[in-house]
């Protein structure tokens, strides 16, 4: 990470190893080997080519050059739009029925994956590109925020068993359309039709498909319709984090349909996962299905991203095993390395908060955000990763930004309190907090974030009566005992809290592995109890980071 910034600081100019040496290692002998191999992994985790350079450039004989794009609010976007770019905006529905709405959303994601498979074409990411559902905007406009060269727009009309798909590939430049095409075709031809308008892209901006001549582009998990109906509209309800029965009632009967629907055995997995470490049901009732959903969708399908990503995070959440979860993030994103969802995870959930590299973490976090540059999500996650990393201007800016794409996301408003509260801004994040709690129902990530807020301020009676709230619900519905522990710790109920951390170990409760985490700061008053690194020592967990210094204090 330290390369990286001295060179993005010096954008444009070539550096002399003996700088970039003095620089980071001050004082100290490094063998030129040790720099090659921090160039070769800034390369590795950008997926840049030595020979074709977008990132670093080797100089010869002299150094390296850092030719990035750079923003105020650090390094740019990695893809100039000198390069083909292309960002497919959401097609409008214009059927009757408004449930065709969910298959307007999956052609267009079944498009934006298959294009994403052309190295030489750098597409927006979905949610970037879902940021203008809905509005009607120039497409010069979408060229500039997205930093693209050609918009695809299209719309989609169903009719019983037909249905039609017209497109247009516009210049952002000039406005003026590429090329248009319009589809009418029976319903069960949906795949070959995505595959067709790919191909048709790619024909138009020029580029070569390599070893993709003959594939397919669009990959189809199943040859039932409702199966796949059923899957986009899964994935198109899951990351809104509504109505449990929704997203998962969706993938469940999608592989009722078809038991062999490895991507729709993913979305299931995904879901079990995203209940269970959100705190909204057992664990129990959770993390065995995800698991076993997981390992199932990669049985099917051992080349899907999505399958392997699901295992890693169920593996990790569920299983408690980190070293299964980092052979499936490396493998999700070997397969696919513009899957958003598996690089935000690995960030977050495996290099951060198990692994503690912070470095390697707000990379990863910065590359997903970089794909996805209008995503709240992305937004989301990196300023978790650049609050704890102790990057706090960074990462509150970032998190602003989070709710500013999305003020309905709970999770963005989460982000954004907590960061305020780690850079020591109690009052403005016990505001977010309360506005957190009308956001998301009272859930428990926001009345424990400000309970910390609350607790870090000196108003230990206020955070006690959060505690109270929330025990008070754990009589009438599940609340996970991990929360319940920081919460009783910042009230100062420190035997309260150790019996929460001790059921939240036995139960397997996944919160553990993130709100116990050493290198966040949620948990520091449980760490100065030695009562709880008692705990630690006993359930094995010192053996996911290694422990806290004896001299850990709160706040």
Same mark, same amino acid.
């Given at each position: ?12 100019? +070539? ?8 620089? #980071? ?8 080997? /040790? ?10 985790? @950008? ?29 740019? =976007?990695?893809?100039?739009? +000198? ?57 010069? #406009? #979408?060229?500039?925020?997205?930093? #693209? ?17 017209? %497109?247009?590939?516009?210049? %952002? ?28 892209? &790619? =024909? ?13 582009? %669009? ?7 409702? &199966? ?57 009732? =959770? ?6 959903? /997981?390992?199932? &969708? ?68 910065? $590359? ?42 709970? $999770?963005?408003? @989460? ?6 509260? %780690? ?133």
């Amino acid at each position: 990470m330290e390369v990286l910034v001295c060179l993005s600081e010096h954008a444009g100019e +070539t550096l002399g190893k003996e700088k970039i040496v003095q620089t #980071v290692w001050p004082g100290t002998f490094v063998s030129d080997a /040790a720099l090659i191999h921090c160039i070769s992994e800034l390369r590795r985790v @950008f997926e840049d080519n030595a020979r074709e350079p977008r990132i670093i450039q080797t100089i010869a004989k002299r150094g390296y050059r850092f030719i990035a794009g750079v923003t105020q609010e650090g390094i740019g =976007s990695a893809t100039s739009v +000198t390069r083909d770019s292309i960002a497919v905006l959401p097609f409008v529905s214009i059927s009757p029925d408004a449930e065709n709405e969910f298959l307007a959303d999956g052609i267009t994601e079944e498009i934006i994956n298959a294009l994403a498979q052309i190295n030489e074409l750098h597409v927006v990411a979905r949610s970037s590109a879902f940021s203008f559902k809905g509005k009607h905007v120039d497409p010069r #406009v #979408v060229g500039k925020q997205l930093k #693209v060269r050609t918009v695809l727009e299209g719309s989609v009309r169903r009719d019983g068993t037909h249905l039609r798909i017209t %497109v247009q590939l516009i210049n %952002v430049e000039d406005a003026y359309h590429i090329w248009s095409e319009r589809y009418d075709r029976e319903l069960k031809d949906i795949f070959k039709m995505q595959d067709e308008i790919a191909r048709s892209i &790619a =024909s138009r901006l020029k580029l070569t498909l390599e070893g993709k001549l003959h594939d397919p582009l %669009v990959k189809v998990g199943t040859k039932n319709l409702e &199966a796949y109906s059923l899957y986009i509209k899964g994935r198109a309800l899951l990351p809104r984090r509504g109505p449990v029965a929704g997203y998962l009632d969706c993938f469940a009967r999608a592989v009722e349909i078809d038991p062999g629907y490895a991507q729709a055995w993913a979305g299931l997995a995904d879901s079990y996962t995203v209940i269970g470490y959100s705190g909204l049901v057992p664990p129990e009732a =959770s993390m065995p299905k995800a698991l076993e959903a /997981a390992q199932r &969708a990669v049985a099917l399908d051992g080349l899907l991203a999505e399958a392997h990503n699901a295992l890693a995070i169920a593996s990790l959440m569920g299983a408690w095993d980190k070293r299964a979860a980092e052979r499936e993030f490396h493998r999700a994103l070997e397969l696919n390395p513009r899957y958003i969802q598996a690089r935000t995870w690995y960030a977050m959930y495996y290099l951060m908060f198990s692994e503690g590299r912070m470095a390697e973490a707000m990379v990863e976090a910065k $590359l997903a955000l970089e794909s996805d540059p209008l995503s709240s999500y992305a937004h989301t996650m990196y300023g978790f990763v650049c609050g704890y990393a102790n990057e706090h201007t960074q990462a509150i800016n970032v998190c602003r930004r989070a709710v500013q794409l999305d003020s309905e996301s709970y $999770l963005a408003h @989460f982000a954004l309190q907590e960061v305020l509260r %780690v850079s020591g801004n109690f009052g403005e994040s016990i505001a977010v907090g309360e506005l957190s709690l009308a956001v998301s129902g009272r859930h428990s990530w926001a009345m424990m974030f400000l309970g910390l807020a609350l607790a870090d301020c000196g108003r230990t009676a206020d955070a006690d009566a959060i505690y109270a709230e929330m025990l008070a619900r754990a009589r009438r519905q599940y609340i996970a005992p991990a929360p319940l522990a920081v919460v009783a710790s910042a009230a100062s109920r420190e035997d309260d809290a150790i019996g929460h951390a001790r059921e939240a170990f036995n139960r397997r409760d996944p919160e553990c592995l993130f709100i116990f985490s050493p290198y966040a700061h949620i948990a520091d008053r449980l760490y100065v109890d030695p009562r709880f690194r008692a705990l630690l020592n006993e359930m094995g967990f010192n053996e996911w980071g290694g422990g806290r210094p004896n001299d850990c204090t709160a706040g």
